[in-house]
């Protein structure tokens, strides 16, 4: 081709080799096909995923501040001497817990964040360690106003071990109150992952979280809103369901509380 050619391709029939073909912009949803996990789509399979991993942590935190209703009794310790008082389960527990609420909890999980490889299971047991604290104190609390009920001073001038009444008394009668603050504490830490989450701590790009999708999602607000609000709505609703689950345990266990 001569340069008279050569400048009419170039400036009569123009063409840029890096144009979009238009046809590929017509065509319809994908075949269903393994390449995404849990569904067709990237949103389904990251939302399909978001609900199994809250799943398990709603399990952890559980079975984490539940824990926190042992050794509220008043088990001396050999230590006593000239100058130290009488040392019980009860003091070192208690006063393990007043040292661990002085430090932020955000800070805390954070520094231990930090020391970790980035991961969503490691946020979630980071969560439940962090979050036992205020229920520790709230079994203590009723562990202490159960062992003055009549029943249990009936049950300790019939002769029965420390044992025996603590776990066919005390802890049949506590478990209530530890399960309706257990609930609610499961929609905090799904609200504090989901925080991390969103920040870029809580898990790597590959473990899909409601709080990540809810960040990618922000440079697409204006031209596809509804990738920030299918996550924020899953969170709103998980932690709105948690919550009306712990006042309807609360109510169910209480019955002071039905007729209102």
């Known amino acids: 081709m001569d340069r008279r050619g050569q400048l009419r391709t ?11 073909n238009a046809l590929t912009t017509l065509r319809g949803a994908e075949l269903l096909s393994g390449q995404y996990r849990y569904g067709l789509y990237r949103i389904t399979s990251h939302f399909l995923m978001a609900t199994f991993l809250y799943l398990l942590l709603a399990v952890a935190a559980l079975a984490l501040m539940a824990s926190g209703q042992a050794s509220v009794t008043d088990t001396k310790l050999p230590v006593k001497g000239l100058f130290l008082p009488t040392i019980t389960v009860d003091d070192l527990v208690m006063r393990f817990t007043e040292i661990m609420m002085t430090i932020p909890v955000i800070f805390l999980i954070l520094a231990i964040l930090a020391i970790f490889e980035k991961d969503v299971f490691i946020t979630m047991g980071v969560i439940g360690l962090t979050s036992w604290m205020g229920t520790t104190r709230f079994v203590r609390a009723e562990i202490l106003s159960l062992r003055e009920q009549d029943f249990v001073q009936a049950a300790r001038s019939l002769g029965l071990s420390d044992f025996r009444i603590i776990w066919r008394h005390l802890v049949p009668n506590a478990i209530s109150p530890v399960l309706v603050s257990a609930s609610i504490g499961v929609a905090g830490a799904v609200l504090a992952e989901s925080t991390l989450s969103f920040l870029g701590i ?20 204006f031209d596809a809103p509804w990738l920030t609000w299918i996550p924020g709505l899953a969170i709103l609703i998980t932690v709105l369901s948690f919550n009306l689950l712990g006042e309807g345990l609360r109510e169910a266990f209480n019955p002071k509380l039905r007729g209102r």
Do not use: C, M, N
């Open 10 to 20: 170039r400036f009569v029939i123009r063409f840029d080799t890096e144009a979009k």
């Open 202 to 221: 809580g898990a790597k790009p590959e473990q899909t979280t409601w709080g990540q999708i809810l960040s990618e999602g922000r440079e697409y607000i």
